[in-house]
């Protein structure tokens, strides 16, 4: 079916009488720049108030770190700015979705079955299939139903009954299309169940949808939408 460094301003006020100039600063310093310029600017201070009076920052020197830290400042701001557009963008599509919420999302992901609310399932063979079968399994991978199917596709209503006879239990189950073609085994393929959604959030700029029984899917995983009184 669907993650800092962070550099402390005392490192730079714990230097030495002395501060290390560019020449001297090791990788660790050029992390510290990248990852914040306001840490950077400060590192910058302490050096010219505690550099040496008989042997002053050159001028030249100077004028790469005050480039550094404009160059530095520039990616953060544009990095905030692209965040603010992302989130946006994340915001907006979350108002789309939002009105999928009470409805019924087909996915190829694993479907909470209750007990007794039959489960409508799409299920698609490959073209070239000549005989197919819809399988449910449980959480644990265990068979326990089996129904033939046509080679062209149909939606199966799966009451929750066994191939076994009886009732499965309430859990979460998974459907499979297992087909052939002049007698040979094709590769199974996803069936997709229909659930209904009962959440739409954004994680790291995405939007997923929470289905019932707490199953979440990537929005963009969703192939069909329905009113849930339709079979």
């Known amino acids: 079916m669907a993650v800092t460094n962070e550099v402390t301003a005392g490192a730079a ?52 770190q005050l480039a550094t830290f404009s160059g530095v400042e520039q990616q953060v701001r544009t990095n ?63 068979e326990v139903y089996r129904q033939p199917i046509s080679p062209q596709g149909e939606t199966v209503i799966w009451d929750g009954k066994a191939t076994a006879g009886g009732t499965v239990a309430s859990g979460l189950y998974t459907f499979t299309v297992e087909s ?3 007698g040979t085994a094709l590769d199974d393929v996803a069936a997709e169940p229909y659930a209904k959604v009962a959440e739409a959030r954004i994680e790291n700029g995405s939007v997923f949808l929470v289905l019932a029984g707490n199953v979440k899917v990537a929005a963009q995983e969703v192939t069909a939408i329905k009113a849930p009184d339709l079979p």
Not at 29 to 50: K, P, Y
């Open 13 to 64: 006020t714990a230097a030495a009488p002395k501060a290390a100039k560019p020449s001297e600063a090791g990788p660790s310093a050029g992390g510290a720049i990248t990852s914040d310029f306001e840490t950077f600017l400060r590192m910058l201070t302490t050096q010219m108030q505690n550099q040496d009076p008989l042997e002053p920052m050159k001028s030249d020197e100077l004028s790469v």
């Open 80 to 142: 905030d700015l692209l965040s603010g557009l992302s989130a946006r963008f994340g915001a907006a599509g979350l108002t789309e979705y939002s009105g999928w919420v009470g409805k019924d999302a087909r996915a190829a992901a694993p479907v909470h079955f209750d007990g007794a609310t039959p489960v409508s399932v799409a299920a698609k063979p490959p073209l070239r299939a000549d005989t197919a079968s819809l399988v449910a399994r449980n959480e644990d991978g265990a």
């Open 180 to 182: 052939a073609a002049g």
